[in-house]
């Protein structure tokens, strides 16, 4: 007698604690909230850079014009982007970046105009604090390779 009155007592115990939760009932689990931290998009700092030449006897030209030039061009050699002079007056000396470019190392080369009858180098400096020059901007000087 006590056997059955323990298993229908352990039975109805049983009832009730399973009857207690209904499916509509709501367990709510504290959550770990996970914040991001906002990275804040950082501009590189930026410098003006101004392109002249350096003609076969070695004289550096950062005015005038008469050459047979096309532009200039620098490639970042980190990220192979690269920045153009601006479209206006190809032929005449200084020419500027058309946008800022930012800090790094590239390689600097002159392009070639329609004639053809001008060559240019590639030169490879870095642009930093460093190498601002009185005037504010870093100049790039570009080697004449050859000419006709």
Known sequence: MK????????????LAVTTSFSSTDIVEVPSKACTEVS????KA????????????????????????????VAKNTA??????????????LPQYSEEDLPEGTYEFSGIQGQGGWVGY???????SD????DDGYITIYIPVTWEE
């Open 3 to 14: 056997k059955s009155i323990f298993t229908v007592a352990a039975a109805v115990g049983l």
């Open 39 to 42: 990275v804040k998009e950082t």
């Open 45 to 72: 700092k930026t410098y003006p850079v101004r392109y002249g030449l350096i003609s076969l006897n070695g004289t550096k030209i950062l005015s005038g014009s008469g050459y047979d030039l096309g532009g200039f």
């Open 79 to 92: 990220t192979g982007d690269e920045y153009f002079t601006s479209q206006y007056n190809y032929r005449a």
């Open 121 to 127: 180098g590639t030169v490879i400096a870095t642009i």
């Open 130 to 133: 460093e190498n601002i020059d």
